[in-house]
Structure formats: structure tokens, C-alpha cells
């Protein structure tokens, strides 16, 4: 399982549960670094949500990044709170805890706005992704189509950018974000609507996250 420590975050008080363990996957805008003067920080929708509940909460917070596959398979087995920008389905509810959702997005795919294909065949999916499972289930149908797996939503931007693919899976919110700094555009309509919310593993922990995740989205604090 590869993850490493990025940070500490302690707010004034006593701490309930010790130190709150928290791993993340990077995906753009929700978890990443940025290039600043004084270094690389990480930044983020989610980076912010936590920590608002780092403050809110009074806990000090350990921050752990994972692969998206093991931030699902393996992250609450070790860790206390997993999020990044995670799609909740009903697949991942039967082994996941989920709080309520703190945004609603969905499902699509980009591709080169020089691309002037009716139809795309090649696709990037993000294992263990909303679009991985989705592919899976067009070859099942037998569509034609053909995919390639990667561990980031960077290498299927990659390879969407080399032209490997015709289009590539992201997340609506992370499509939105990267349409801002790449020649690329969504192609069709959003093929689902997801909602986004964080895994926990303690079910008192869980209760506060909910009821202060209902603040922020009555506050308009979480925005991209």
C-alpha cells in the first residue's frame, strides 16, 4: 500500500480521539500540490474540508496520501477518515461508512477539442473509478470499445493529451477544472449524477462529521 505523511494540523484544545488519521488521493481540484514561493502545498476542496473539521472538531490531524484504489480497498482499515473526491455508490456503501454528501457532481467524459470524432472508442479509466466500472459494463454489453487502467486521474490526462485515447473519465467537478488549463472539453451529456462524500470509520466520529458538513453546505463554505 503506498501512502506517506504530508502534514500535521493542530488546533488549540483536547483532542478526543488522539490524533484523526485521515487519507486523501490527489485529483485535481479536490486534493493536489501547488508550487508556491515557499514550497509545495497541498491544496484543495478537500484539503479545506479538512480543515474545517480539524478546527471545528478541535482534533489534530494526520494527513496521508494513498492511490485512489487503496484510499477505497484498504484506506479505513488503518486510517479514520478516506476522502477524495469519492463517488458514493452503492457498491462502496456496503463496505464503506459514508457521511452525507458535501457536493453532488457526476460522471463524464473529455476529450481534445481538436477531436472531431461522432464517436470515441479508446478510453482512460481511473481503477476502481465510477468510469472504470462503467467501461466494464459497456464491454459487457458488448459495446465496442477499448480502455486503458490507470492509479491517477493524471495519467488518463496524460494520455488523453498524448492522444493514446479518444477520451478519458473524470469526475464533473474535475472536468470543470481541468477544462480551465487544458484544450479539452466535455463530449456529450453527464452519463451519471454522483454525490461526493467522505468515508469515517467511527460512527460517533461519523455523527459530528455529518452535522457539520450540514453547516458548511448551509454556509456555501465549500466551493470550487
Not at 10 to 37: C, H, M, N, Q, R
Not at 63 to 81: A, M
Not at 200 to 211: E, G
Request: aromatic content about 12%; proline content about 2%.
Amino acid at each position: 500500500m503506498k501512502k506517506f505523511l504530508i502534514f500535521s494540523i493542530l488546533f488549540f484544545g483536547i483532542t478526543i480521539f488522539g490524533v484523526l488519521k485521515v487519507g486523501v488521493a490527489l485529483t485535481e481540484p479536490y486534493a493536489y500540490f501547488e508550487e508556491t514561493d515557499n514550497g509545495y502545498l497541498l491544496k484543495g476542496i478537500d484539503i479545506n474540508i479538512i480543515k474545517m473539521l480539524s478546527k471545528d472538531l478541535n482534533e489534530k490531524v494526520d494527513i496521508l496520501v494513498y492511490s485512489f484504489p487503496d484510499l477505497i480497498e484498504n484506506g479505513l482499515k488503518n486510517i479514520d477518515i478516506i476522502i477524495g473526491g469519492i463517488h458514493i455508490t452503492e457498491e462502496r456503501k456496503k463496505r464503506i461508512k459514508f457521511s452525507i454528501p458535501y457536493l453532488t457532481t457526476g460522471l463524464v467524459i473529455l476529450k481534445l477539442k481538436e477531436n472531431e470524432k461522432e464517436k470515441l472508442t479508446t478510453y482512460a479509466v481511473k481503477k476502481d473509478s465510477t468510469g472504470y466500472k462503467t467501461v466494464i459494463q459497456w464491454k459487457n454489453k458488448g459495446k465496442n470499445v477499448s480502455y486503458m487502467v490507470f492509479d491517477t486521474n493524471e495519467e488518463c490526462l496524460e494520455s488523453l493529451l498524448n492522444r493514446k485515447v479518444d477520451g478519458a473519465f473524470f469526475d464533473l467537478v474535475n472536468a470543470l477544472y481541468l477544462m480551465k488549463k487544458y484544450p479539452v472539453e466535455i463530449y456529450g451529456e453527464p452519463l451519471t449524477k454522483n454525490d461526493v462524500g467522505i468515508g469515517v470509520r467511527d460512527n460517533n466520529l461519523l455523527k459530528k462529521i455529518n452535522l457539520l458538513l450540514l453547516k458548511y453546505r448551509e454556509e456555501n463554505l465549500i466551493n470550487y
